[in-house]
């Protein structure tokens, strides 16, 4: 048995094509993100990856739609959000299907 500390792991990721990476592939990426109110990421798109996110607790904003705990938002290959953390101590797991390194596409 092995033991990793989430916050040794860069922005929450420890799985994927990153350094530290508890499993260094190309295949997946994973990440559990803890936000505070306010925090916010430019609306971006993937060309191809699938990302799935998933409230653990708080609330966000992406593209103008509030999600909370339990939501699961599916994110498809070119569609745009941006992201917005509405409560301190958000919780949120993100799964990115492929890895696919240098696939975030920031819109200006």
């Not at 191809?48 to 992406?62: C, L, N, W």
């Not at 959000?81 to 101590?89: A, H, K, M, S």
Request: negative net charge.
């Amino acid at each position: 048995m092995k033991l990793a500390k989430l916050n040794e792991m860069t922005k929450g990721w420890f799985i994927g094509d990153f350094y530290p990476s508890l499993l260094r592939t190309q295949d997946v990426e994973v990440a559990v993100k803890t936000y505070r109110k306010g925090d916010y990421e430019e609306a971006h798109f993937h060309k191809v990856a699938t990302e799935y996110t998933v409230i653990i607790s708080g609330r966000v904003k992406m593209n103008g739609k509030e999600y909370t705990k339990n939501d699961i938002i599916i994110i498809e290959p070119c569609e745009s959000t941006d992201f917005e953390c509405l409560e301190n101590d958000t919780v949120s797991v993100v799964v990115k299907i492929p890895g696919s390194p240098n696939d975030k596409y920031v819109l200006k």
